[in-house]
T-cell receptor, first 111, second 118 residues
Framework: SQQGEEDPQALSIQEGENATMNCSYK?????LQWYRQNSGRGLVHLILIRSNEREKHSGRLRVTLDTSKKSSSLLITASRAADTASYFCATVGDSSYKLIFGSGTRLLVRP | GAVVSQHPSRVICKSGTSVKIECRSLDFQATTMFWYRQFPKKSLMLMATSNEGSKATYEQGVEKDKFLINHASLTLSTLTVTSAHPEDSSFYICSAREVWASVGDTQYFGPGTRLTVL
């Protein structure tokens, strides 16, 4: 089963612009993770934010987590054409190791 | 870093045949491995949790007799798609959790296997 929805489903921006993707989930979590997937390829782990954290940065990535709203956002600053990919959030519950994925956002960065 | 491999990367088979996909943790031991399937332009759906030395736990709606999972060692889990049909065509991805990992730790993903059933 899927944990929740991501929006937008698809996003097209110009190189240099910022991209923001949102993720909502349904149950309590231990942590939330963001992954990138290039077309037809495996997953690349981007960042993990724990339930007691509100914001985390890694390079051009900024992730926020609002457990009261059961939502997270991923911001990619100064986007590049190489950032074109699908982005998925995934949650881990408190008592399970299982990763439950969101529906994903397809990002296109136009050069 | 922790590496997970899958073999084969691509497989094409005829309807009715069985296909085995291997998932290996190359430089760490994995008590638990997870199998996902992904349809084109869709998200990853967890199929089952594979535990070394015990039976796999399947998600609701996944036929355990159709998707046989064996986790015979701490570095290898296999998924066998039995009597494959065109609707089984999909991208199958595994992930592995290190033996000493806690609930909040990252899993490591394989590169995926593209199965096409003719």
């Amino acid at each position: 089963s899927q944990q929740g929805e991501e929006d937008p489903q698809a996003l097209s921006i110009q190189e240099g612009e910022n991209a923001t993707m949102n993720c909502s989930y349904k149950t309590s979590i231990n942590n939330l993770q963001w992954y990138r997937q290039n077309s037809g390829r495996g997953l690349v782990h981007l960042i993990l934010i724990r339930s007691n954290e509100r914001e985390k940065h890694s390079g051009r990535l900024r992730v926020t987590l609002d457990t009261s709203k059961k939502s997270s956002s991923l911001l990619i600053t100064a986007s590049r054409a190489a950032d074109t990919a699908s982005y998925f959030c995934a949650t881990v519950g408190d008592s399970s190791y299982k990763l439950i994925f969101g529906s994903g956002t397809r990002l296109l960065v136009r050069p | 870093g922790a590496v997970v491999s899958q073999h084969p990367s691509r497989v094409i088979c005829k309807s009715g045949t069985s296909v085995k996909i291997e998932c290996r943790s190359l430089d760490f031991q994995a008590t638990t491995m997870f199998w996902y399937r992904q349809f084109p332009k869709k998200s990853l759906m967890l199929m089952a949790t594979s535990n070394e030395g015990s039976k796999a736990t399947y998600e609701q709606g996944v036929e355990k007799d159709k998707f046989l999972i064996n986790h015979a060692s701490l570095t290898l889990s296999t998924l066998t798609v039995t009597s494959a049909h065109p609707e089984d065509s999909s991208f199958y991805i595994c992930s592995a959790r290190e033996v000493w990992a806690s609930v909040g730790d990252t899993q490591y993903f394989g590169p995926g296997t593209r199965l096409t059933v003719l």
